[in-house]
C-alpha cells in the first residue's frame, strides 16, 4: 500500500490541535448495552463537529492527503476524552482502513495517548469501518492481527452494508462483528432479515465473535433482536449520542 507523502509519527499534543488538517472536530459517544446484565458493555467515538454538528459536516473535508492524519487524531482525541470522562467499559474507536499503511507505527500514537491520559489499552476496541472500500484484504488482515497481538479486540462495523461482506468474515478474525442498522430497521416485520440474521450468528458461533445489532430504535426490534440470541445492542431506543460526554441509558424496556 502506498506511503502517505506526508507521512510521520504525531505526538499526542500534534494530534490534538489537528496539526495537517484545515478543520476541527470532536466526538460524541454512544452506548453498546449487554442485555443478559442490563449494563454498558463500551462506548463508542463518534465524530462531530465543535458545536456537535453531523459527522458528514466533517468527513467530506477527508481526503488522501490527510486521512492518516485524520485517522491519528480521532484515536487521540477520543482516548483523552474517555479518560478525562472516567470511562470504566471498552471503548470503541472506528478506524479507517486506508489510512493505515504500516500497523506497527500507525499504533504508536494510540499506545502514546493510552498512555499519556492514563486509559487502559485492554479497553480498546477497533472497528473496522466496513462502508470504506479496502482492495488489500492481506493487509487488512495484517492489521487485525498486529492489534490483537498488542491487546486490543477488533471489530467489522456496519457489516451487510459494505464492500466485502462474507468475503471479510472468511478473511478476518475479528472479536465483534456489528450488524448494519439497515438489517435491524423493522426486522420485526421482515422475515428475509431475520433469515439473514440467524445465519450471520450462526458463523459469528463457529468463529467465535460477538455480534452487535446497532440502530435500535423500537421495544419491537429489540425483542426480535433479543429472540434471535444476541446480547449486544446499540441505539436511540437505549440512548443517542452525547457530545464530549456519557449519556444516560434508558433502562425502560
Known amino acids: 500500500m502506498k506511503q ?13 490541535r489537528g496539526e495537517g488538517l484545515d478543520f476541527h472536530f470532536s466526538m460524541a459517544f ?14 463508542e467515538a463518534l465524530v462531530r463537529g465543535t458545536h456537535n454538528e453531523p459527522a458528514e459536516n466533517i468527513f467530506h473535508s477527508v481526503n488522501d492527503d490527510n486521512r492518516y492524519r ?5 484515536r487521540t482525541k477520543a482516548i483523552k476524552l474517555a479518560a478525562e470522562l472516567k470511562m470504566p467499559t471498552f471503548l470503541s474507536i472506528n478506524f479507517l482502513p486506508n489510512a493505515v499503511y504500516r500497523p506497527e507505527l500507525c499504533i504508536r500514537t494510540t499506545l502514546t495517548a493510552a498512555e499519556t491520559y492514563g486509559f ?4 480498546i476496541i477497533f472497528e473496522i469501518t466496513e462502508s470504506e472500500r479496502v482492495d488489500d484484504l492481506a493487509h487488512l ?11 486490543f479486540k477488533t471489530a467489522i462495523d456496519d457489516f451487510g452494508a459494505g464492500f466485502s461482506g462474507l468475503n471479510l468474515l472468511a478473511e478476518l478474525q475479528t472479536d465483534i462483528i456489528k450488524l448494519d442498522m439497515a438489517l435491524i ?3 420485526d416485520r421482515k422475515k428475509p432479515s431475520q433469515s439473514i440474521v440467524r445465519g450471520i450468528m450462526q458463523t459469528a458461533r463457529d468463529l467465535g465473535s460477538e455480534v452487535i445489532a446497532e440502530g435500535i ?21 437505549l440512548a443517542k449520542p452525547a457530545f464530549e460526554s456519557l449519556p444516560e441509558i434508558n433502562y425502560n424496556f
Open 217 to 237: 430504535e423500537t421495544k419491537e426490534e429489540l425483542e426480535m433482536i433479543r429472540s434471535l440470541g444476541i446480547d449486544l445492542v446499540q441505539g436511540f431506543l
Open 70 to 74: 485524520f485517522d491519528q487524531s480521532c
Open 141 to 151: 488482515r495484517n492489521i487485525v492481527e498486529y492489534y490483537h497481538a498488542r491487546g
Open 185 to 187: 430497521r423493522g426486522i
Open 4 to 16: 502517505p507523502n506526508n507521512w510521520t509519527d504525531l505526538g499526542c499534543d500534534a494530534c490534538l
Open 30 to 43: 454512544q452506548p453498546i448495552f449487554r442485555l443478559s446484565t442490563r449494563s454498558v458493555f463500551a462506548y
Open 120 to 123: 487502559p489499552i485492554d479497553q
